[in-house]
Protein backbone atom coordinates (compact mmCIF):
# COMPACT_ATOMS: atom_id res chain seq x y z
CA UNK A 1 0.00 0.00 0.00
CA UNK A 2 2.67 2.50 1.09
CA UNK A 3 4.35 2.71 -2.29
CA UNK A 4 1.32 2.42 -4.13
CA UNK A 5 0.54 5.81 -2.73
CA UNK A 6 3.54 7.21 -3.99
CA UNK A 7 4.90 9.07 -1.25
CA UNK A 8 8.28 10.50 -2.51
CA UNK A 9 6.72 11.78 -5.78
CA UNK A 10 3.79 13.73 -3.72
CA UNK A 11 6.10 15.09 -1.40
CA UNK A 12 8.54 16.25 -4.11
CA UNK A 13 5.32 17.25 -6.38
CA UNK A 14 3.79 19.09 -2.98
CA UNK A 15 7.09 21.25 -2.41
CA UNK A 16 7.64 19.62 1.29
CA UNK A 17 10.66 19.69 2.62
CA UNK A 18 12.81 20.75 5.62
CA UNK A 19 11.43 24.36 5.94
CA UNK A 20 7.92 22.88 5.91
CA UNK A 21 8.56 20.22 8.82
CA UNK A 22 10.20 23.24 10.44
CA UNK A 23 7.05 25.44 10.24
CA UNK A 24 4.65 23.17 11.25
CA UNK A 25 6.56 22.04 13.79
CA UNK A 26 6.94 25.72 15.43
CA UNK A 27 2.94 26.37 14.82
CA UNK A 28 2.20 22.79 16.21
CA UNK A 29 3.86 23.85 19.49
CA UNK A 30 2.69 27.45 19.68
CA UNK A 31 -1.35 26.42 18.52
CA UNK A 32 -1.03 22.91 20.70
CA UNK A 33 -2.49 24.82 24.29
CA UNK A 34 -5.57 25.66 21.79
CA UNK A 35 -6.33 22.78 20.01
CA UNK A 36 -8.47 21.18 22.57
CA UNK A 37 -10.97 24.06 22.35
CA UNK A 38 -10.33 23.88 18.53
CA UNK A 39 -11.51 20.10 18.66
CA UNK A 40 -14.35 20.87 21.27
CA UNK A 41 -15.94 23.42 18.49
CA UNK A 42 -15.30 21.31 15.68
CA UNK A 43 -17.78 18.32 17.33
CA UNK A 44 -19.80 20.54 18.65
CA UNK A 45 -20.55 21.94 15.20
CA UNK A 46 -20.10 18.59 13.37
CA UNK A 47 -22.59 17.14 16.07
CA UNK A 48 -25.83 19.90 15.64
CA UNK A 49 -26.13 17.64 11.79
CA UNK A 50 -28.36 14.78 12.13
CA UNK A 51 -26.19 12.94 9.62
CA UNK A 52 -23.06 13.21 11.35
CA UNK A 53 -24.61 12.46 14.62
CA UNK A 54 -26.31 9.39 13.50
CA UNK A 55 -22.38 8.21 12.33
CA UNK A 56 -21.50 8.20 16.18
CA UNK A 57 -24.62 6.62 18.22
CA UNK A 58 -22.27 6.39 21.30
CA UNK A 59 -21.91 9.58 22.59
CA UNK A 60 -20.00 8.27 25.15
CA UNK A 61 -17.42 7.60 22.67
CA UNK A 62 -16.57 11.16 21.56
CA UNK A 63 -14.39 12.15 24.23
CA UNK A 64 -12.27 8.80 22.97
CA UNK A 65 -12.81 10.20 18.97
CA UNK A 66 -11.47 13.58 20.97
CA UNK A 67 -8.31 11.70 21.98
CA UNK A 68 -7.91 10.30 18.72
CA UNK A 69 -8.61 13.42 16.17
CA UNK A 70 -6.04 15.05 18.35
CA UNK A 71 -3.16 12.32 18.18
CA UNK A 72 -3.64 12.59 14.21
CA UNK A 73 -3.33 16.29 14.20
CA UNK A 74 -0.41 16.15 16.59
CA UNK A 75 0.96 13.10 13.93
CA UNK A 76 0.37 15.43 11.15
CA UNK A 77 2.56 17.90 12.03
CA UNK A 78 5.46 16.33 13.75
CA UNK A 79 5.16 14.01 10.67
CA UNK A 80 8.43 13.22 8.68
CA UNK A 81 5.65 11.38 6.00
CA UNK A 82 7.44 8.12 7.39
CA UNK A 83 5.85 4.59 6.77
CA UNK A 84 4.52 5.42 10.23
CA UNK A 85 2.68 7.90 9.39
CA UNK A 86 1.04 6.46 5.73
CA UNK A 87 -0.23 3.31 8.29
CA UNK A 88 -1.90 5.71 10.28
CA UNK A 89 -3.45 7.62 7.28
CA UNK A 90 -4.60 4.40 6.03
CA UNK A 91 -5.95 2.91 9.52
CA UNK A 92 -7.67 6.07 9.78
CA UNK A 93 -9.36 5.85 6.06
CA UNK A 94 -10.17 2.70 6.69
CA UNK A 95 -12.02 3.43 9.80
CA UNK A 96 -14.33 5.92 8.55
CA UNK A 97 -14.37 4.07 5.13
CA UNK A 98 -16.06 1.21 7.66
CA UNK A 99 -18.57 2.93 9.11
CA UNK A 100 -20.04 4.32 5.88
CA UNK A 101 -18.74 7.87 6.20
CA UNK A 102 -19.07 9.78 3.09
CA UNK A 103 -15.67 11.08 1.63
CA UNK A 104 -17.35 14.38 1.23
CA UNK A 105 -17.93 14.94 5.11
CA UNK A 106 -13.97 14.15 5.53
CA UNK A 107 -13.53 16.80 3.56
CA UNK A 108 -16.02 19.58 5.20
CA UNK A 109 -14.57 18.44 8.27
CA UNK A 110 -10.76 18.95 6.96
CA UNK A 111 -12.46 22.70 5.42
CA UNK A 112 -13.74 23.42 9.18
CA UNK A 113 -9.91 22.27 10.63
CA UNK A 114 -8.35 24.41 7.90
CA UNK A 115 -10.20 27.67 9.10
CA UNK A 116 -9.46 27.19 12.44
CA UNK A 117 -5.68 26.42 11.27
CA UNK A 118 -5.26 29.86 9.46
CA UNK A 119 -6.87 32.00 11.66
CA UNK A 120 -4.77 30.57 14.42
CA UNK A 121 -1.69 31.25 12.23
CA UNK A 122 -2.54 34.92 11.88
CA UNK A 123 -3.54 35.81 15.56
CA UNK A 124 -0.11 33.78 16.51
CA UNK A 125 1.93 35.69 14.26
CA UNK A 126 0.86 38.82 15.08
CA UNK A 127 2.05 37.77 18.84
CA UNK A 128 4.75 35.83 18.34
CA UNK A 129 6.12 37.17 15.12
CA UNK A 130 5.99 34.24 13.24
CA UNK A 131 6.42 34.52 9.24
CA UNK A 132 3.05 33.84 8.92
CA UNK A 133 3.46 33.24 5.23
CA UNK A 134 5.35 30.13 6.06
CA UNK A 135 3.34 29.13 8.01
CA UNK A 136 0.19 28.83 6.02
CA UNK A 137 2.08 27.43 3.45
CA UNK A 138 3.28 24.47 5.61
CA UNK A 139 -0.23 23.85 7.00
CA UNK A 140 -1.54 24.34 3.40
CA UNK A 141 0.91 21.75 2.16
CA UNK A 142 0.66 18.90 5.29
CA UNK A 143 -3.20 19.27 5.49
CA UNK A 144 -3.89 19.03 1.64
CA UNK A 145 -1.48 15.84 1.08
CA UNK A 146 -3.11 14.07 4.10
CA UNK A 147 -6.69 15.13 2.88
CA UNK A 148 -4.75 13.36 -0.38
CA UNK A 149 -3.98 10.36 0.81
CA UNK A 150 -7.07 9.68 2.68
CA UNK A 151 -9.00 10.14 -0.52
CA UNK A 152 -6.93 7.61 -2.58
CA UNK A 153 -7.63 4.98 0.20
CA UNK A 154 -11.18 5.74 -0.24
CA UNK A 155 -10.68 5.50 -3.69
CA UNK A 156 -8.83 2.38 -3.90
CA UNK A 157 -11.96 0.73 -1.54
CA UNK A 158 -14.07 2.18 -4.34
CA UNK A 159 -12.42 0.47 -7.52
CA UNK A 160 -12.24 -2.77 -5.11
CA UNK A 161 -15.90 -2.42 -4.64
CA UNK A 162 -16.88 -2.26 -7.84
CA UNK A 163 -14.69 -4.67 -9.35
CA UNK A 164 -15.68 -7.10 -6.57
CA UNK A 165 -19.56 -6.27 -7.59
CA UNK A 166 -18.35 -6.74 -11.10
CA UNK A 167 -17.43 -10.44 -10.50
C1 LIG B 1 -10.44 15.80 9.57
C2 LIG B 1 -11.28 14.78 9.57
C3 LIG B 1 -11.17 13.63 10.53
C4 LIG B 1 -10.07 13.10 11.13
C5 LIG B 1 -8.63 13.53 10.98
C6 LIG B 1 -10.53 12.00 11.96
C7 LIG B 1 -9.72 11.21 12.75
C8 LIG B 1 -10.10 10.01 13.32
C9 LIG B 1 -9.22 9.05 13.91
C10 LIG B 1 -7.71 9.22 14.04
C11 LIG B 1 -9.96 7.98 14.28
C12 LIG B 1 -9.47 6.67 14.91
C13 LIG B 1 -9.20 5.70 13.77
C14 LIG B 1 -8.68 4.35 14.21
O1 LIG B 1 -9.33 3.72 15.08
O2 LIG B 1 -7.65 3.92 13.69
C15 LIG B 1 -11.33 8.27 13.95
C16 LIG B 1 -12.39 7.44 14.18
C17 LIG B 1 -13.70 7.82 13.99
N1 LIG B 1 -14.16 8.99 13.43
FE1 LIG B 1 -13.05 10.44 12.64
N2 LIG B 1 -11.91 11.90 11.85
C18 LIG B 1 -12.33 12.89 11.00
C19 LIG B 1 -13.62 13.17 10.64
C20 LIG B 1 -14.70 12.53 11.17
C21 LIG B 1 -16.07 12.94 10.95
C22 LIG B 1 -16.53 14.14 10.12
C23 LIG B 1 -16.84 12.04 11.60
C24 LIG B 1 -18.36 12.07 11.58
C25 LIG B 1 -19.09 11.88 12.53
C26 LIG B 1 -15.97 11.07 12.23
C27 LIG B 1 -16.35 9.97 12.99
C28 LIG B 1 -15.53 8.98 13.46
C29 LIG B 1 -15.97 7.75 14.08
C30 LIG B 1 -17.41 7.35 14.34
C31 LIG B 1 -14.83 7.02 14.40
C32 LIG B 1 -14.76 5.64 15.07
C33 LIG B 1 -14.76 4.58 14.00
C34 LIG B 1 -14.72 3.20 14.65
O3 LIG B 1 -15.70 2.87 15.32
O4 LIG B 1 -13.70 2.53 14.50
N3 LIG B 1 -14.68 11.40 11.95
N4 LIG B 1 -11.40 9.52 13.37
Do not use: C
Not at 3 to 10: E, G, I, V, Y
Amino acid sequence: MKTSLDLKLRLELYGINQETYYHAGVFWHAILPEFDEIINRFYAHILEHQKFRKLIPDPAKIDHLKVRQKAHWDRLFNSKFDDDYVRQVIATAEAHIKIRMPAYFYMAAYSIFLDELHAAAYRIALLEGNDVIATVKAINKVVIIDMDLTLSVYMKELVSLNSSQAR
